[in-house]
């Protein structure tokens, strides 16, 4: 082992490289991966290339452990199919929506997500704005009589209040248009 490497030129990259010093004698290509799979080819075509090595994969007893090989290791060349055949398909499943949790009680109000502008920042932000609450049941009771109104307004038909419904709207005052206008004309 000699303390300064010879150092030489990689066959397929073309740069210089240290050879290992194990086998530094007769190393041509570098380590870098492609230069790895080429020095790879390279041996292997040597190896096929002298006349005692020509047929070693030919003739009839390469081709019957070939087979023999195949006949062990079934499907091992097809290409896998994601769906296996010999699985059995779930069966379908049909979704009732009017179907509720038995420990939840069943609410009377729609949810706030349920209402399509209570989605949009803009909405939220003005009917935060008018009403003076960031508090998201503010919000929503403010986006449910808005919704129930402009149902009215339209002549469409407004879902049937229930008795709890009925009496939470009960119980808060009554916005009249003046009213509204008034606490926009303050903002």
Wanted: charge should be positive; include cysteine.
């Amino acid at each position: 082992m000699s303390a300064e490497p010879n150092r030489r030129k990689c066959r397929c990259c073309r740069r210089m490289f240290d050879p290992d010093y194990r086998n530094g004698y007769h190393q041509r290509y570098c380590s870098r991966p492609a230069c790895r799979r080429a020095s790879r080819i390279a041996t292997q075509r040597q190896w096929r290339r002298k006349p005692e090595n020509r047929d070693h994969f030919r003739g009839p007893d390469e081709v019957r452990r070939v087979q023999e090989w195949r006949r062990a290791h079934p499907g091992y060349w097809k290409q896998k199919s994601s769906p296996k055949s010999d699985q059995q398909p779930a069966p379908q499943q049909t979704v009732n929506m009017e179907q509720s949790s038995c420990n939840a009680r069943p609410s009377p109000r729609p949810p706030l997500q349920e209402v399509c502008l209570a989605q949009n920042p803009a909405f939220v932000g003005l009917i935060s704005l008018v009403t003076g609450s960031t508090l998201q049941d503010d919000i929503a009771a403010t986006a449910r009589q808005l919704l129930l109104r402009g149902r009215n307004i339209l002549g469409l038909h407004a879902p049937e209040p229930t008795t709890a419904t009925a009496s939470l709207y009960d119980r808060q005052a009554p916005h009249s248009p003046g009213a509204v206008a008034s606490d926009s004309q303050r903002l």
